[in-house]
């Protein structure tokens, strides 16, 4: 269950507010169908969480969707580090690819929804 225990860092506001205005396109595809209450749950994009900042959250499920550009492949490690981490505040994670999101997004949608369903 959402807590107060996910406070966040208050410099990422600024920042969390920019990435949203700059989403790549696949962000963009994904939050299309995020937006809408998907399947019940409210989901927010680029959501500060402690010292981070996660693509997509659903505070009710208490998970991280992820979405790893060509970026990311350059940051495994950190990105390793900065998901433990979340994980160890109850949070539970997705990750696509890019790319998967544009070719294939019926298929993320049925992960996605997948998720749900197992942990309702």
Known sequence: MYS??????????KLA???RKNSTLSEI???????HSYMGYDFHRQKPISKYIVDFFCPTLMLAIEIDGVTHNEKSNEDKIRQQHLEQLGISFLRFSDNEVKTNLLGVLSSIQSFIVDNR
């Open 4 to 13: 107060n225990k996910l406070a966040y860092d208050p410099i990422l506001k």
């Open 17 to 19: 507010r920019d990435l």
């Open 29 to 35: 595809l994904l939050w299309q169908h995020l937006k």
